[in-house]
């Protein structure tokens, strides 16, 4: 319990090489209060700090039902542009290592936003993301009106942005906003098993990776060719090419 008495809203999983952030806001279906975005932040800090891979989920079979209404409801002009939901999201995005949206249930508006900001998303059959801000008189300011035209193109992005329509789990891995779906039970192992993968590499050529992977198109080609660079004249580079050509030789 924190010290106002009530649950904390997230769980913290810590591994060496991993980080797994549980949204635990069971009562509101994991809506995002700023109790959830001072987590958020402070998970961001240990990881700036300590550089790991961090899985996101929700508990109860819901990712998160959107940002709390109730708190959304009595916001006004300036909390706007404080961006309180905008700056923690991108702050995750710009994590050092990636980070994994395991999506089940309802992802919508903030919580869709959330699983936006991570650079790989799984899903279950049960899945439901999509943005109805407008429904409910404002935008889908945190992040949705920029990332979702990268994730599946501008014209996608418009519809759902336009109409607030929610696609289910086949839509979309078709749209490319999750890249596969697995079964409830088996959500969080397939989460980990890409966190496996990724943990195999070399930590500072998935951080670098990462790094080209968000730069802006007019950092290209030069921003991968300073970062290969460095990776060309590290000693991990020497020892992992040196290691698969004896494992060539005959």
Known sequence: MSEHGAAPPIEIERQSDRVVVTLGRPETRNAIDRR???????????????????????????FASGADIAQLRDRRAADARAGINTMAFRRIRALPMPVIAAVDGYALGGGAELAYAADIRIGTPTLRMGNPEPGLGIIAA??????LPEIVGEARAAELLLTGR???????VRWGLISAIHPADQLMAAAHLIADRIAANDPLATRHTKTALRAPAEAHPGIELELQAELFESPEK?????????RKRP
């Open 238 to 246: 020497h020892r992992r090419m040196t290691a698969f050509l004896e």
């Open 166 to 172: 929610i696609v289910d789990a086949d839509e979309a």
């Open 36 to 62: 959830t975005i001072d987590a958020l932040h402070e998970v961001c800090a240990e990881l700036e700090s300590v550089p790991r891979i961090l899985i996101l989920t929700g508990s109860g079979g819901v």
């Open 142 to 147: 945190a992040g949705a009106t920029w990332r």
